[in-house]
């Protein structure tokens, strides 16, 4: 593994019912990094991002190597894998409702998380959720502790899975399309929040779109996925405006608005 980079994936094959959907990924995330996932639809980035967490569909047939600080999760036991997860890396998905219980207020989300994870005793996890509350920009930590995600906008309900997916202080952090399902006008806060959060804490962060606009907003390197690869890897600003794949110009022509990269 490389020195410097927290999360490494080399060669990764993917196996799905007969079906090759992954043929060879390589994909390096450092800490303190956002690094952009981009490609059409299909082309194998959630699965890329769900083999980081141990979370295949069953069946699943995979090669390769997934380094997670030096450990490779592709050969873990199930066991230490479960432990990993949540854990040294955590998962943000496009809509925040898969995540959050509709029937459960949001301080007994994050402390039943706190508590189960770090065995923090209820007066401790009170503390901590209204500190993460805190750290995603939630106004009034504490009083929301006591409500429920309808209360809540689609914005700051994805906030508040960001906090969950932060709970346990993971090293890597993926987000699938975390802003897809928002309306336009919050979603530069959620991204503002998470190049805050890779910042302040460090965090390497494994931005999944398609979104190229979202992709140009705050990620510091950018990889190109299509049919099952990447194709393309490199610094934002060169993957952006000087292309060397072929596909990655296609993908940048297709982009409304283009003046904006
Ligand atoms: N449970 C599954 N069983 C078999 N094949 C699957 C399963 N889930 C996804 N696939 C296939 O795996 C391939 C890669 O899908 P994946 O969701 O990773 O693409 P993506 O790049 O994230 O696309 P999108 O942006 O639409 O989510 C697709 O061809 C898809 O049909």
């Known amino acids: 593994m490389t020195a410097g980079n927290v999360l490494e994936i080399s060669g990764l094959t993917l196996d799905l019912g007969g079906r090759r959907i992954l043929g060879g990924v390589d994909l390096a995330v450092r800490p303190g990094q956002v690094h952009g996932l ?69 301080g007994h989300q994050l402390t039943d998380h706190l508590r189960h994870h770090l065995k923090l005793n209820r007066r ?7 500190e993460l509350l805190t750290q995603v920009r939630i106004p009034n930590p504490l009083e929301a502790l006591g409500r429920y995600p309808h209360q809540f906008s689609g914005g700051m309900r994805q906030r508040i899975a960001i906090a969950i997916a932060l709970a346990c202080e993971p090293k890597v952090l993926i987000a699938d399309e975390p ?14 929040l998470l190049r ?4 302040e804490l460090g965090l390497a962060v494994l931005l999944v779109t398609h979104d190229l606009g979202v992709m140009s907003a705050i990620a510091d390197d950018v990889s190109v996925m299509r049919h099952g690869l990447v194709v393309e890897t490199g610094p934002r600003g060169r993957v952006l405006t000087e292309p060397r794949h072929e596909y990655t110009r296609q993908l940048l022509d297709a982009l409304p608005g283009r003046s904006t990269v």
Do not use: N, W, Y
């Open 124 to 130: 401790a996890a009170k503390e901590r959720a209204a």
């Open 179 to 192: 802003t897809t399902a928002l309306d336009v006008t919050v979603q530069a806060g959620v991204l503002r």
């Open 196 to 199: 805050g959060l890779c910042d």
């Open 38 to 106: 981009a490609g059409e639809s299909g082309s194998g980035k959630t699965m890329t991002g769900l083999a980081a967490l141990g979370l295949l569909p069953p069946g699943a047939r995979t090669g390769g190597r997934i380094e997670l600080e030096g450990t490779d999760l592709l050969t873990l036991p199930p066991r230490q894998l479960a432990a990993l997860r949540g854990r040294s890396v955590s998962m943000v998905f496009q809509d925040p409702s898969t995540s959050l219980h509709p029937m459960l207020s949001i």
